[in-house]
T-cell receptor, first 116, second 113 residues
């Protein structure tokens, strides 16, 4: 069982489609993250929300648009993606109360995205 | 920014033997070092972590050591089992913040029965 829930598990979309990935956590964590992971590579940070505000955007193309409706939910809106965007998209959360609080990441099971 | 190097990229051991994975980091301000295990098709899962005020930490068959002076830390798995087969990622956190976590490149561990 995972405490961070992601939907859908798998998604196939064309380059002209618009779709959304969803993430939910009920651990009371105040930081939520989107990572992109290619096969056998480490996760790459895309976005960080802290207390529902976007705090980090790692120069991600505008075809990826994050949204944090509340402290438990995180969405990633996808539009006009390219085949090279095919990857595992991982959501994570952490307590992250202060900068020096050692707070591990809790990952969801991810959404396997294929862009055709 | 922080840079984390991880070696080896692949490691095969016989069941029952020990496995060691090594990582180095560049920024002395990093003070939290988690290790994640990722089985095929699954999410990364935290298996052990260590803080910079500790030199070694053990949890059953898994141990992590940290040498702050040399800026390196290692994962040790004893009495390996086939279910230990996975990709292992080390990471270093700048000032302990999960928002500033840098991953190593990963090690594919295969435990041969």
């Amino acid at each position: 069982d995972t405490e961070v829930t992601q939907t859908p598990k798998h998604l196939v979309m064309g380059m002209t489609n618009k779709k959304s990935l969803k993430c939910e956590q009920h651990m009371g964590h105040r930081a939520m993250y989107w990572y992109k992971q290619k096969a056998k590579k480490p996760p790459e940070l895309m976005f960080v929300y802290s207390y529902e505000k976007l705090s980090i955007n790692e120069s991600v193309p505008s075809r990826f648009s994050p949204e944090c409706p509340n402290s438990s939910l995180l969405n990633l809106h996808l539009h006009a993606l390219q085949p090279e965007d095919s990857a595992l998209y991982l959501c994570a959360s952490s307590q992250d109360r202060t900068e020096n609080y050692n707070s591990p990441l809790h990952f969801g099971n991810g959404t396997r995205l294929t862009v055709t | 920014g922080e840079n984390v190097e991880q070696h080896p990229s692949t490691l095969s051991v016989q069941e029952g033997d020990s496995a060691v994975i090594k990582c180095t980091y560049s920024d002395s301000a990093s003070n939290y070092f988690p290790w994640y295990k990722q089985e095929l098709g699954k999410r990364p899962q935290l298996i052990i972590d260590i803080r910079s005020n500790v030199g070694e930490k053990k949890d059953q068959r898994i141990a992590v050591t940290l040498n702050k002076t040399a800026k390196h830390f290692s994962l040790h798995i004893t009495e390996t089992q086939p279910e230990d087969s996975a990709v292992y990622f080390c990471a270093a956190s700048l000032r302990g913040s999960a928002r500033q976590l840098t991953f190593g490149s990963g090690t594919q561990l295969t435990v041969l029965p």
